[in-house]
């Protein structure tokens, strides 16, 4: 997870799995870990960035909102930062040298932000900010084509081109939103977290789910200044209710804008090495309600255009766009994503594909969660990690193999296929037999 360059046609490829470490709390902890089979992928240390990058081998953990909710819920500043300190500790003494923390899950913040309201999982009170103000210093603007080949042996390719030119404070748009009073938190727990990891050597990334918002019965709860409240009540587009939660609409540039603020004032804020995205971009198999009217307009100027390539190239603008505000901070920070580890799922079902970003270059590194073990009857271990092989091939960016050690001593339900339904349960060896297999087995070269 480096600034990118070019590279000989070396093995690239790394295995990234979860184990169960108990820290010194009375709950333990899912992480995740992660190995190079490079050369040297990545490097000690860089001049921009705050730079704890490896060599040789990235030993990686995700701190989600739930860790938050259930393992931190209702501690102070003094016993989170008692908490985060035994948690750094424990991670270095194991050997592990990157984490991903998250820091918005639902349009909220896990941090003191001037652009979403304190997380209801965070940990610790949540208080009202002072009112604030400020003048037009700035923004982002973007400029956004459509590329789609249709032939007689169908779609051929998607290119989207994107220009951005970015100027002022993070968080100053949507310009209409020129002051804001949302509820903060009475301590900081990414500040705090990242301070303690970097004094550990532990290097640390910003996780983001970029479109993913609040449940329906949960937004009267909300400020009504708060931006995504006013395009929910706004009925504009920008924020569609499906399934009782609200999700943001990538097709509007000021959405792309605000989720690029989110991750400038991160980057600008915080001491971490990059922005991560995880397998929430739209909503499971949206239906045509959801952006009806914004694919109509397109198609006319894009006759053939069908739904899916609408709505796969909006998320392609998307991560075009936050890999541009990543790389605007310093070449050397990182912008990577972990998608689902059915490629096909990722494409047909929440309109992502991982195979643009590694053609055009908009990812530093791709985590599929290849959550199957070797006898899964329609996606094993090797064929799904195949397809995210095949998708990444002849690019620069680097291929993480996520793992499922949650599934370890558990009985599956896949229905008329016992000995796979018994295969995690029967099996402790699965994460050592998959992590052989990519560095040792596979011949593969990305």
């Not at 820290?23 to 333990?28: D, N």
Request: glycine residues 8%; proline residues 4%; hydrophobic residues 35%.
């Amino acid at each position: 997870m480096q600034k990118r360059k070019t590279q000989s046609n070396t093995s690239r490829i790394q295995v990234l799995h979860s184990i169960l470490f108990a820290l010194p709390v009375v709950l333990a902890l899912v992480f995740s870990l992660s190995f190079t089979s490079c050369k040297s992928s990545q490097k000690s240390s860089a001049k921009e960035g705050q730079g704890t990058l490896y060599k040789d081998k990235t030993f990686a953990t995700w701190f989600s909102y739930i860790d938050y909710s259930e393992l931190c819920g209702g501690m102070n500043k003094k016993e989170f930062t008692a908490f985060a300190k035994d948690c750094a500790s424990s991670l270095k003494k194991a050997g592990f040298n990157t984490i991903y923390i998250h820091a918005v899950s639902f349009t909220d913040a896990f941090y003191n932000s001037s652009i979403y309201p304190a997380s209801s999982y965070a940990p610790g009170k949540i208080t009202s900010a002072k009112k604030t103000s400020s003048k037009d210093e700035g923004g982002i603007t973007t400029g956004v084509g459509f590329g789609i080949g249709i032939g007689s042996g169908g779609w051929r390719r998607t290119g989207v081109n994107v220009s951005i030119g970015m100027s002022g404070r993070a968080g100053n748009y949507p310009q209409e939103d020129e002051s804001s009073n949302l509820p903060s938190l009475e301590y900081d727990p990414l500040q705090i977290m990242c301070s303690l990891m970097k004094k550990n050597g532990i290097s640390c990334h910003a996780w983001i789910n970029p479109l993913r918002s609040v449940k329906d019965s949960e937004l009267s709860l909300l400020p009504d200044n708060f931006i995504v409240k006013r395009w929910a009540k706004a009925k504009n587009g920008r924020a569609v209710l499906y399934k009782e939660r609200w999700y943001l609409n990538p097709y509007y540039p000021e959405v792309r804008n605000l989720v690029c603020s989110v991750a400038q004032e991160l980057l600008e804020n915080y001491e971490i090495d990059g922005i991560h995205l995880d397998d929430y971009f739209y909503p499971e198999d949206a239906p045509d309600e959801f952006d009806e009217g914004e694919f109509a307009a397109a198609s006319k100027s894009h006759p053939g255009l069908t739904l899916q390539q609408f709505r796969v190239v909006n998320t392609d603008v998307l991560v075009r766009q936050l890999y541009k505000t990543v790389k605007k901070k310093g070449s050397s920070y990182a912008f990577g994503i972990s998608p689902a580890g059915n490629i096909n799922y990722c494409r047909n079902r929440v309109f992502s594909d991982p195979a643009h970003w590694a053609k055009q270059g908009t990812v530093d590194y791709i985590i599929p969660q290849v959550y199957w073990g070797f006898l899964h009857p329609s996606l094993p271990y090797e064929k799904a990690l195949a397809d995210f092989t095949e998708a990444v091939k002849g690019s620069d960016v680097e291929l993480l193999a996520g793992l499922a050690a949650y599934k370890t001593g558990t009985l599956q339900n896949l229905s008329n296929y016992p000995e796979a339904d018994a295969e995690w349960l029967e099996n402790t060896d699965i994460l050592a037999r998959q992590t052989k297999y990519e560095l040792e087995d596979r011949k593969s070269v990305v």
